[in-house]
């Protein structure tokens, strides 16, 4: 089973809009949630150069105005490399993509 997750930069994008609240990973009186966090406390665990899902405030800034400006926004992980290298071959063959999808077919 895959867990589903959101990344740091989401969690904070959608909590300041007020769309979603966030709550620490553990509590110490044993209950399964902790604490709720607030957007300092967000802005800081995002922004932490410890945790591998942190991010520079600037890239996070640049995340949020794209986002607000309605553009999907993913990050970048070696597997989506291939697929944004095979995008920019179709973008920029010489061959039109239906001629080329018509000829497989053919053959």
Same mark, same amino acid.
């Given at each position: 089973a895959t867990a589903q997750h959101l990344f740091m930069e @989401?969690?904070? %994008?959608?909590? @300041?809009?007020?769309?979603?609240?966030? %709550? *620490? =990973? =553990?509590?110490?009186?044993? =209950?399964?949630?902790? *604490?709720?966090?607030?957007? +300092? *406390?967000? %802005? *800081?665990?995002?922004?932490?150069? @410890?945790?591998? @899902?942190? +991010?520079p405030l600037a890239a996070y800034l640049t995340y949020a105005h794209l986002r607000a400006q309605t553009f999907?926004?993913?990050?970048?992980?070696?597997?989506?490399?291939?697929?944004v290298k095979r995008i920019h071959e179709i973008c920029t063959s010489t061959v039109p993509v239906d001629a080329s999808v018509h000829k497989r077919g053919q053959g």
């Open positions: @989401e969690v904070v %994008f959608l909590h @300041e809009r007020g769309l979603i609240e966030a %709550f *620490a =990973s =553990s509590s110490t009186d044993g =209950s399964p949630m902790g *604490a709720p966090l607030n957007s +300092m *406390a967000l %802005f *800081a665990m995002l922004t932490s150069t @410890e945790s591998k @899902e942190g +991010m999907i926004v993913i990050r970048h992980t070696p597997q989506r490399l291939g697929l």
